[in-house]
Nanobody
Framework: QVQLVESGGGLVQPGGSLRLSCTTV??????????IGWFRQAPGKERGGELG?????????YYEPYVEGRFTISRDNAKNTVYLHLNNLEPEDTAVYFC??????????????????????WGQGTQVTVSA
């Protein structure tokens, strides 16, 4: 199992941006070859499925339609970190954001992604609040 930690959340005005980070606290573990997915749980709602994923094979990225064009995922192997860049944030994006690691990605539909072979449990997440 890979233990992941999310960070970078905060309070931001509508239209603003944030960069969330996902890294591991387990010494000797590199995230480079893992697929990483990002999730969120809005207040009073159940945690949703993958917002987007980055492949551990070729760093291809996939997004759900409702975040594509606003959210992007990137990976910095030197820092052993995967980022979720949040742009043009809306109040509806207010949520706790989580990341998880998997062995690979599947594409059950034409959009979005699903992690296969989950290698991490749920972390604490990082709170993003979008409010004027």
């Amino acid at each position: 199992q890979v233990q992941l930690v999310e960070s970078g959340g905060g309070l931001v005005q509508p239209g603003g941006s944030l960069r969330l980070s996902c890294t591991t606290v387990v010494a000797g573990v590199t995230l480079e070859n893992y697929a990483i997915g990002w999730f969120r749980q809005a207040p009073g709602k159940e945690r949703g499925g993958e917002l987007g994923c980055i492949s551990g094979v070729d760093n291809s990225t996939y997004y759900e339609p409702y975040v594509e064009g606003r959210f992007t995922i990137s990976r910095d192997n030197a820092k052993n970190t995967v980022y979720l860049h949040l742009n043009n944030l809306e109040p509806e994006d207010t949520a706790v954001y989580f990341c998880r690691a998997g062995l690979r990605i599947t594409r059950p539909t034409l959009t979005g992604c699903r992690l296969v072979g989950l290698m991490s449990s749920w972390g604490q997440g990082t709170q993003v609040t979008v409010s004027a």
